[in-house]
């Protein structure tokens, strides 16, 4: 059977344009970090994919090293585009980043031109495509002079093979160094793809939003439920924190404390008629320097709990000074 995507599906999901570019986001995208690849029976991927671009969800973030298997998420996403998506083209946002460990050696990391410009190369094989949306250099590199990850993303930009550059994991001061760099360049720089939730406010302690925004780019927020944490998993409790990432790692000291936070503001949630969930994601929507939040999803159930969070966006003074108040404890 051919697939035809939902005649209705911009009417579903709101979308925003990022800072004042001509670049246009869904409020949420799809992201392959950990539910796609060679460890999930393409069939199940593909009905995850297809039922996000029905209901409006037209951008689609990978990497380099997504897999399990690096390269397997992009794999798979190249399959489902050219069985399904590819007459759609002009329509999708397809972004992908290079810069943790893509293949063996010395080169299969980091930010040095021959890395940057060979990964994106595999990318576009993997993908079936000509160019992507956004290639984002993944992490800072403290070896490689600055400029020559600059002007790499600006060839690539002048090479066909992307049409806008961001970086992902940059600290404000190294997004505001880098963005000087494409200012002079003119290269068109998009924003910075960090983890952004709740538990986790560093984008707003470090100016990370006002500094996007001084530069007309825009915050791409990932882990917008840090890793599970703000759902209705562990309102009963937290024994294992061993699956978060990184950035989220410093509820470990205190789970106890934790678990409490969650509870109240899951009552928050539930006076809205939202799940803990779904009022987390449209907490992080609610600034318009976020551009769009990149959720994963495993089953077509997940994807539409996820996408309700857009029903009711809005939030009343009394209930941001609620949720301010847990979130301070």
Do not use: C
Not at 104 to 127: C, H, I, W, Y
Not at 137 to 146: C, F, I, K, S, V
Not at 197 to 206: G, I, K, P, S, W
Not at 274 to 279: F, G, K, P, V
């Amino acid at each position: 059977m051919v697939y035809a995507a939902a005649g209705d599906r911009y009417d579903i999901m709101p979308y925003r344009r990022v800072s004042d570019s001509g670049l246009i986001l869904p409020d949420m995208s799809l992201g392959f970090w950990r539910n796609m690849g060679d460890q999930r029976p393409l069939a199940d991927s593909k009905k995850v994919i297809l039922k996000a671009f029905d209901l409006g969800i037209f951008s689609f973030d990978n990497a380099s090293n997504y897999g399990p298997s690096n390269g397997t998420a992009e794999d798979t996403f190249g399959a489902v585009y050219q069985s399904d998506l590819k007459p759609y083209r002009n329509e999708l946002v397809i972004t992908t980043k290079a810069g943790y460990h893509m293949w063996p050696g010395p080169l299969g990391e980091f930010s040095g031109k021959k890395t940057l410009v060979n990964a994106l190369d595999l990318s576009l094989q993997r993908m079936h495509l000509d160019y992507v949306d956004i290639f984002y250099a993944h992490r800072w590199d403290p070896n490689t002079n600055l400029r020559e990850t600059a002007e790499t993303l600006d060839l690539l930009v002048r090479q066909g093979k992307a049409l806008y550059v961001g970086v992902s994991n940059y600290s404000a001061k190294e997004v505001a160094e880098i963005a000087a760099i494409f200012e002079e360049l003119h290269t068109p720089f998009i924003g910075n793809q960090i983890s952004y939730n709740m538990l986790n406010r560093q984008a707003e302690e470090d100016q990370m939003l006002d500094i996007l925004d001084q530069h007309h780019a825009g915050l791409i927020a990932y882990g917008p439920l840090a890793e599970g944490l703000l759902t209705d998993r562990y309102l009963n409790g937290l024994t294992d924190t061993s699956f978060l990432h990184r950035v989220n790692a410093f509820v470990a000291k205190d789970p106890a404390a934790t678990v409490r936070k969650l509870n109240e503001l899951n009552a928050i949630a539930e006076n809205r008629q939202q799940t803990l969930a779904q009022m987390a994601m449209a907490w992080l929507l609610r600034d318009r320097r976020v551009g769009s939040i990149v959720f994963g999803a495993t089953s077509i159930k997940h994807l539409e709990m996820n996408v309700k969070a857009t029903e009711h966006l809005a939030f009343t003074p009394e209930e941001l000074a609620a949720i301010e108040q847990v979130l301070a404890k």
